[in-house]
Nanobody
Framework: QVQLVESGGGLVQAGGSLRLSCAAS????????VAWFRQAPGKEREFVAT????????YYSDSVKPRFTISRDRAKNTVYLQMSSLKPEDTAVYYCAADRKPFSTTMGRYEYWGQGTQVTVSS
């Protein structure tokens, strides 16, 4: 079992930066693929970025490349999403997700989810 807690969201002006954190508990997290998804008001949840269990492989949606960077600190059981050059269209609730299955951009393949953190970018 894995529990995920996101933090780091907030209000930022366009062009600014934020770093989201996804802190995990559960001994299997270190072997999990981890991803960030986001959901804007009135829209479906969408894939943002993912990182494999070693941290050596990452993948991003075209809408956030190269502005966002996903990374993980295995010693701290934490995955980060560094967001730069933020745009108003990045406004959404950001969710961290994890699963022991390999790398995927598909929401349905992730078993464990956090509660989300709100990111609001003002113009």
């Amino acid at each position: 079992q894995v529990q995920l807690v996101e933090s780091g969201g907030g209000l930022v002006q366009a062009g600014g930066s934020l770093r989201l954190s996804c802190a995990a508990s559960g001994h299997t997290f270190s072997s999990c693929t981890v991803a960030w998804f986001r959901q804007a008001p009135g829209k479906e949840r969408e894939f943002v970025a993912t990182i494999n269990w070693t941290g050596a492989r990452t993948y991003y949606s075209d809408s956030v490349k190269p502005r966002f960077t996903i990374s993980r600190d295995r010693a701290k059981n934490t995955v980060y999403l560094q967001m730069s050059s933020l745009k108003p269209e990045d406004t959404a609730v950001y969710y961290c997700a994890a699963d022991r299955k390999p790398f995927s951009t598909t929401m349905g393949r992730y078993e464990y989810w956090g509660q989300g953190t709100q990111v609001t970018v003002s113009s």
